[in-house]
């Protein structure tokens, strides 16, 4: 069996995680950097912990394929959320791209769903 990561990977990803743990303690890391910090770390142990999971699947293309699935319906339950709440907004114009994108979604995951390609 071969490692997961080579260990001058594990040693970078350990050095990352101290210094940042350091820059917390002492008051210097940006508190407006906190959330997407926060999300990166989460976003990348959903990914490595699917990954991992996927490794040990007889079919890893389906267990990741799911993982996405499940990845992108939490997203758009939050933003559905954060627009409900007000964060989201006509001040985001990214939003007109991600209607777009949204629409064609549905319109794909409809058709897919009743067995048209």
Do not use: Y
């Not at 770390?41 to 990914?47: C, F, N, Q, W, Y």
């Not at 699917?50 to 079919?59: I, W, Y």
């Not at 907004?89 to 995951?109: I, K, N, Y």
């Amino acid at each position: 069996m071969t490692d997961i990561a080579p260990e001058s990977t594990i040693r970078t990803i350990r050095a990352t995680v101290q210094s940042i743990e350091t820059k917390l303690r002492h008051g210097n890391f940006p508190e407006h950097g906190l959330d997407d910090l926060k999300a990166a770390i989460d976003d990348a142990r959903l990914r490595l912990w699917a990954v991992m999971s996927a490794a040990d699947s007889p079919t890893p293309a389906d267990v990741l394929l799911r993982f996405r699935l499940r990845r992108a319906t939490e997203i758009c339950r939050a933003i559905a959320a954060d627009i409900e709440a007000g964060t989201l907004g006509a001040h985001q114009r990214e939003l007109l791209e991600l209607r777009e994108a949204a629409q064609t979604m549905v319109d794909r995951v409809t058709a897919g769903i009743r067995g048209a390609t």
